[in-house]
Each structure stands twice: as structure tokens, then as C-alpha cells.
């Protein structure tokens, strides 16, 4: 189920990046509701930040510069969610699963991130 996003706002949570694989994006629920929402990348691994795993730092940073590069406009994000077979919305770890892609599509945040931490050859996290 695809839905519109952006970057949370500050005064809703103090840091958006919560490791290389788990960011928080603020999406629209229509009718002028915008929720802030825990987004795990579906298929990503990235080191874990605690207890510190090598590279982690460097792919949240890496998650940071792509965020920025294709921040523009007010809903700037497309995310992919998926429910199961009961309808509820899929999750892992209590937080939402889903694909994060720029406007257009053309770029995918998840496939990026794992091929940073696949070429760099970080350990997979949780």
C-alpha cells in the first residue's frame, strides 16, 4: 500500500535516524492527518548502532545524505508498506516494514542502503 511522506518535524521527534535501517518519516493519512511513523527498510541489514557494529555509523550517515539529496518539495518520499494475510499492517521489530522510494521513483533508499553495507562488507544487524 503505497503512501506519501517527508522527513518527521523536529518537535515530533528528536532524531529521524534511528540506525541505518529504521528512519522515522511523518505520511499522509489524508483529510490533512500526517502521522509520524517508525519505518523499518524492508530486505536491510545494516549494522546496529547499540551495541556498535562496524560500519553502522557510516550507513547511517550514508541514509542521512540520501534522505538530503532527495528532500525537495513538500511530500518528497513515496513508501511501499505491505499488510498480511489479516489485513494488518506488516511489521517487524514494532515497527512499520516498508520500501522508502524519492518522488519519482527512480531511486530506492532500501536497495541503496543494502548495497552500501553489501560493498563495504559491514556485518548484517537484527
Known sequence: MPFRARLVRPED????FHDGD???LEYDHG???HVPTDIRLKD???PE????????????QFVIDWIAQWNVGKWPFWVDS???STYRDAKTLDRFLGEVFNRDRSSC??????TFVDEH???AGN
Not at 521527534?13 to 529521524?16: G, H, I, L, R
Not at 533508499?109 to 543494502?114: E, P, R, T
Open 121 to 123: 562488507g559491514y556485518p
Open 49 to 60: 548502532l547499540k551495541p556498535l557494529q562496524l560500519g553502522a555509523a557510516e550507513t547511517r
Open 31 to 33: 483529510k490533512f492527518i
Open 22 to 24: 529504521t528512519i522515522w
Open 109 to 114: 533508499l532500501n536497495i541503496a542502503v543494502q
Open 44 to 46: 536491510v541489514h545494516a
Open 13 to 16: 521527534v528528536a532524531d529521524p
Open 82 to 84: 505491505w499488510r498480511t
